[in-house]
């Protein structure tokens, strides 16, 4: 028992798709319209949007340094705002998407500079420009949201090729495996971790600490436009507050993956299933009829919970390695 409670502790992997398994079973038992076609379509395509969100949120606190967006909804908003008013004034949907993914640029780009070059603290920089991205998006639409996408735009989001809902297929799957890539695969990576895990050896082994700290920014700015466009095609409008609240979600998923809040821990694969158990967890209150702010407490609970579930299992990971030596 202690052999099967060590390999799940020292997996996430197994730990996180044990609990998700529980989750189902649990949900099923509560609600007999969970494993419904319908609503299984909808959970993928919420979780297409916060899957972006928490790898861009993931890679930041895999950085270090405290590092944190807080603003990727408010970038959310206003990048999907964006791609609305580049529509509305005559941009065909690649061009429209082309600026979205420029803003996303320039907004993670502005969180890069203050937190690598400025050393402002990035809850304090992100907190700053939640703030000022989320009106920017109220000023833009003057809280009146963006309709009028011409009737194609819809196939992203609304349609499947093969029984797989497009943005899946076509958006999610591409830029995760890219990521995956680029995490994984490439020097860039290993240094986003070596800084997450030890500044100092990180600084001798040459790494520009600035310029990669700012990528990551900048990257994190490019999936919360990548999923700006994704929600304008689900939803058919661009609305100012259409990214609010999902930052608490993303950082949920992170947390729950199995990426390390002091940085240099975690593997984007938890993140992934982490998104499933999420968003599998809110279809299954909102099917059961829970109130909305009590599905906001569960999900603070989660956090809370992951947290402190993240350092009981590494306790007992190097309990039982020590025991063994």
């Known amino acids: ?58 890679l930041v ?59 402002v603290p990035a809850l304090i920089a992100t907190l700053g420009t ?18 009028g996408f011409p009737d194609s735009f819809a196939l992203l989001s609304l349609k499947s090729t093969f029984g797989i809902p497009n943005q899946i297929l076509f958006v999610v799957i591409p830029v995760s495996v890219l990521i995956f890539i680029l995490v994984y695969k490439m020097k860039f990576g290993r240094r986003v971790y070596l800084m997450g895990t030890n500044p100092e050896a990180a600084k001798y082994a040459g790494i520009r600490e600035m310029k990669v700290r700012a990528m990551v920014y900048v990257l994190a700015g490019v999936l919360a436009s990548v999923s700006a466009i994704i929600n304008n095609s689900w939803l058919m409008t661009a609305r100012a507050d259409a990214g609010s609240g999902t930052e608490m979600q993303a950082i949920t998923v992170a947390v729950l993956g199995g990426i390390g809040v002091a940085g240099g821990t975690g593997h984007l694969g938890g993140v992934l299933i982490g998104v499933v158990i999420i968003t599998m967890l809110n ?41 063994k030596e």
Do not use: H
């Open 61 to 119: 606190m895999i950085s270090g340094r405290d590092g944190i967006d807080i603003s990727i909804g408010s970038t959310m908003s206003l990048s999907g705002v964006i791609f609305g008013l580049a529509v509305m004034n005559g941009a065909n949907i690649p061009i429209a998407a082309f600026i979205t993914l420029l803003g996303g640029v320039v907004f993670g780009a502005v969180n890069g500079v203050l937190v690598a070059v400025a050393k």
């Open 1 to 58: 028992m202690k052999k099967l409670a060590f390999s799940i502790a020292k997996s996430r992997t197994k730990f996180l798709l044990l609990l998700l398994v529980i989750e189902m079973i649990i949900l099923s038992c509560i609600s007999p319209y969970f494993f419904n076609m319908n609503n299984l379509l909808q959970v993928t395509q919420f979780g297409a949007t916060l899957t972006l969100l928490s790898l861009g949120e993931a």
């Open 130 to 147: 939640q703030y000022i991205y989320s009106s920017l998006a109220l000023y833009l639409t003057g809280g009146i949201p963006i309709s």
């Open 283 to 323: 279809s299954g209150l909102q099917i059961a009829n829970v109130n909305s702010v009590w599905q906001l407490a569960a999900l603070g609970l989660i956090l809370i919970a992951a947290i402190i579930l993240n350092q009981l299992m590494s306790r007992f990971v190097k309990n039982v390695e020590k025991s």
